[in-house]
């Protein structure tokens, strides 16, 4: 599947910033739950490959698990061998792209400014990560996607919450990565469920 027909499923993508492996799986099943398709544990939280291996090995065959906070092509490596479909940068690298690329994952870099969106594009980019979107605005959105080539899934990330989510998708925004309001450290898995539910029933 392309990263358009798992946003298809469900324009979120869920980000467990500090996520432990023991409470991995309890985390993402309340996402499942809730409607989310995409699972992404980023490479700054505590043993993160591990994370990733669990969800990859009880999810994968029904969820997109990913990594988030991909620095380096070795990180790329290291996730693909985890059973990780998804690379998610903070920034614009040309380089993890490709070596997304190179072993079959989908990849949604970071980016903010146009020059930087078209070179990831250039690139082989499935998605944009448009971050951070505090920085920016729907009608920045709106301005780029005037454009970007037809069909870019662009994704705002950063400061999403509920209630901001309209005016982006108005703009034009195919999903949004969502962090602190869906998951944060020693969040139980009955809130994370709770939060993604309203989060899912915003995304519309």
């Given at each position: ?180 309001a869906i998951y944060r450290p020693g969040d139980s898995a009955e809130t994370v469920g709770a939060k993604a539910r309203r989060l899912v029933a915003a995304a519309v």
């Amino acid at each position: 599947m392309e990263l358009k027909d798992w946003l298809a499923r469900c324009k979120l993508i869920a980000i467990l910033r500090g996520v432990r492996p023991d409470e991995a799986e309890a985390v993402c099943a309340a996402l499942e739950a809730a409607g989310i398709a995409i699972v992404e544990v980023p490479l700054n939280s505590p043993d993160p490959l591990q994370s990733i291996a669990r969800l990859a090995r009880a999810f994968g065959e029904r969820l997109l698990i990913g990594a988030g906070t991909v620095m380096t092509e070795a990180d790329v490596t290291a996730v693909a061998a985890a059973g990780g479909r998804l690379i998610v940068t903070p920034h614009a690298d040309c380089a993890i792209v490709q070596a997304a690329r190179a072993q079959g994952l989908l990849s949604c870099p970071g980016f903010f400014t146009p020059a930087e969106a078209f070179t990831l594009l250039r690139a082989g980019a499935d998605g944009i990560k448009l971050f951070p979107a505090e920085a920016a605005s729907p009608a920045v959105l709106k301005a780029l996607r005037a454009v970007l080539p037809p069909g870019t899934d662009v994704l705002p990330v950063g400061g999403i919450a509920a209630d901001t989510m309209q005016p982006w998708l108005d703009a034009g925004a195919a999903g949004f990565g969502i962090g602190s309001a869906i998951y944060r450290p020693g969040d139980s898995a009955e809130t994370v469920g709770a939060k993604a539910r309203r989060l899912v029933a915003a995304a519309v």
